[in-house]
């Protein structure tokens, strides 16, 4: 199913969107290490979950640093740099000072465009979204650690990150708006991060750093107008597009003449101060350029702001939240639709006790106006449980398929829903779905292709 890898935010159409097909899986300490020197918390090493893909599923793991006193604390995601194709969770002084001022530390590792390779990774591409597939699930598995974990009982449901470079992209990605329920980050500290992949200025810069190669390698695209216009591949994957006035708190930092092209700090400084992003903060670091004329780059800052970065992080992390008895982000998936494996697929999550009323539907048609070249014409839609099984299906909204979750005629229900396509040629259902994973697949009716985009509207 290699669509998965195509999946891009549609965000005229919802603010709360992103696409994702990940599991959160109960976690299993592994491995020890020592106490490092001045350490607060000796780090264990945990599976946190898994990363699909049609080439084979990839186990994710971090390193959880959790204080020794007993006592719930907010939980600090860690993401390394290493520009989307390499690096670790091996960032051990910050996850340190993160534990030593009172917060469980996770410190994880993510699926690696190429050459990169996580273990068990494969010949999984490891290019976008799975990066920030792995992210949002982290995000979840922090927010409330699995028995068996180090962190079970400890996290106060808050979680905030600090990354650097790619690291620092991720966590924008998903301090701006949320993916699968319960996964948008509370508060970011943000360390040299690219945020506008398309930017020309930036592709252009090739001072200390191979911005134009690193970014069109983690999307998967080649110079031309699909990858680099307004729009393009670029474009759709970059997190500057997924903020709102309704996104979480930022820090941005960069030095004077950091490898990462200048613009991406100025771009995403003033898109939040233009879109009233509450309590945003950024800070330019001056610094004298080494012999390369680059200055400190992702946590090679951390010494210089972590005094100005850990009480940002504790001023919005520290409320314990309730439990909902049930909650799913409305999500919007767009992307390819082929034929054979190359169906769309979008993966959605119900969490929390209670059944939760949600509308499932495919658009074609309705995007030819708004711009989308080649939709597909006449999608079908189908509503798999985890265990894969088929529980409702729908290919024209105006004719209902009984069976499964479907048991009456929902036309009427559907038209007062307000989420009807507007085409009589688009599906869509109702369904009353119990906390679980659930996957929707779009696939073109007699084989056809075409753009179309997958949603999951909370009629609760």
Known sequence: MKSIKNQLIYRNRIALVIIAVVTTVILFPTL?????????????????GIGHSPSGNTPLKWKAFVPNDGEKHPAVIVIHSGGFSSGDFDNTE???????AGFCVFDIEYRLAPPGNVPGQGRDPGQYPEQTDDVATAIR???SPAPGSVGFGRVNGKVGAVGGSA???????CAAAPTLGGDQLDAAVLLSGPYD??????????????FDANVRNYVGCSPGPICDGNGGLLDLASPYRRFTSSSSPVFIIASNLDPMPPNQFTILVNLVAALGVPNCEHSLIIQTPGPDGCTGHAFELWPDVKNQAIPFLNAFLQATVATPTSFLGNISTRGLVQTGDDVMI???????????????RSIGPELTPLGVPNVLANPTLELHNESGALIGSNNDWQT???GGVITTNQVTDIQNSGHAPTAASEPAMIATLQPGNYTAIVRGVSNTTGVALVEVYDLD
């Not at 910050?94 to 030593?100: E, G, H, K, N, S």
């Not at 930017?199 to 810069?205: E, K």
């Open 141 to 143: 598995a922090a927010r």
């Open 346 to 360: 979008g993966g959605f999550v119900v969490e929390g006790t209670g059944a939760k009323r949600v509308i499932l």
């Open 400 to 402: 209902t398929i009984i």
């Open 94 to 100: 910050t996850d340190q000072d993160l534990v030593c």
């Open 32 to 48: 020890r290490a020592a106490p490092t020197t001045s350490s607060c918390a000796t780090p264990v090493i945990e599976q946190y």
């Open 167 to 173: 690291g620092a992209s991720h966590a924008a990605y």
């Open 197 to 210: 992949f398309h930017d020309p200025a930036s592709l252009s810069d090739t001072r200390c750093t191979t």
